[in-house]
């Protein structure tokens, strides 16, 4: 006898002999895996009404009332016994059959990758907005891990994109790969009014080719942070405006502290590793000392400058002076694990680290600022992240919607409040709420309209990765003091010219710059 598949059926009548199907009255079925009710007829056969449970297809009440004319037309005239059986058979059957029916549909749960800030306020707060967002849809959310670094998550991203099976519904991105993943994006240009109400710059970085690949999610801009208490012991009444200053604080905090026992201590720690973020860190010391940002808007390379060159060279002298020799493998939480231990005067992070710091031994003693100023005023790289649907997604309705809500002005608030993330909305950095919390978010919001460093993503689009990983590699050798910075620029732009193409222009002038700068401010 051929066999059906479960599936192809919700509801038969069959005739059998235990372990053997005989006959049967409306359909040839496969009673494995098959629920089913039994009684015993004539000649040691069985009758039986089977059914798929909630594991298999949900009986239909249409389907029940065909069974059970079925069963009634075959066998009413056998023993009363075993009609009275089966009219209990049936009430308990249709009672499952019309409770079954009445079952919702299962919940769709999508995926989301979004790399977030590994800080345990943080991740409570998301598991908070992914609850709200369940609560408001009946929409479930499940997390993917994924790594620390921009450098590797770019890797994951591009290893589950390119596989359906395991590419997620909602994926982060960080402001600098809309061109990157540009291909895996589903076009959410319909939503756009979503985002008239965000900094112009984010919904215009997230536009490839007239399309909105990504909604703004977070905006981010390098900060200085500062301890408060030592400030004030060592007679300063603010946080240093320019790099000198930061030098000449930061050498005398640290050796004051070290002459109280404190060997570990040292005045400056910030992201010196070859990485993603040592491209931050040394875009602000070019860009604020007037070396422009690598590659300019019109597809030139300027990065073969003496205000660059300068800026390297000034990093390169505090290794080992005011910053730990070990500052050239730091990535992010690296220096925040320095400064929360109380062993940094200044740090060099994103905003986030605000709340993380809250969350140790110098809470209540530390306080953020722009960072120091140089020739050119205060700068600060822009960063942050986007979310994109995946362009193949099954479930492309639920994932939007869960876009729409992460991206949504109350909650970007609420989480701007509880997580010190700054939000995509530039109103929202001076809602009393928000600065009461994030008293420095008005400076923040300030350097994010008029001051920020932007990475040469878009205008050399699919090849930043290279770009941008020739760049700290060059950072890095002057660091390690492997090349001299004259040497490491030089090179450096000839690299550049190779991997995208573009002339190279070396500027002689120290104005080089497409940015309006805020002027020292303090
Ligand atoms: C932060 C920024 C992001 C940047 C990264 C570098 O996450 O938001 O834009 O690329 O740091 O580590």
Redesign the pocket.
Known sequence: MAELSPLQLSCGVVRYRPRQVCGYFTLRVQIHGLRKLSIQVQGGDRIGLIWAGSEGLIMRCRRFLFALKTIRDCIFSRRAQAVLGLAAMFLVIGLEACRDTAQPASPVTITLLD?G?LDQEFIAWRMHEEDEFTRETGIRVKDLPAPE??IDQLALWRKLLQNPTDAPDVFAI???WPALTAEYSLDLSPYLADTTGDFPMLAANDTVNGKLLSMPY?A?AGLLFYRTDLLREYGYRAPPSTWDELERMAARIQKGERSKGKKDFWGYVW?GAA???L??NALEWQASEGGGRIIDNDKTITVNNPATIRAWQRAAGWIGSISPPSVTAY??WDALNVWRSGNAAFMRN?PTSYVTSENSGINGRFGASLLPAGRAGHTA?????SLSVYRNSRHAKEATALVRFLCRRDVELARASATSQPPVMPDLYTVPEVLGARPHFAELERILEHGVAV?PSTITGSNYAQVSAAYFNAVHSVLKKEKGASEAVADLEKELVRITGFPAHSPASESASDDKRLNHGN
């Open positions: 790399p800030w670094t921009a960080d402001v600098i977070h981010d992201e990485s993603e973020a491209t931050c990535r992010e994103w790289t822009l960063g942050g992240a990475r």
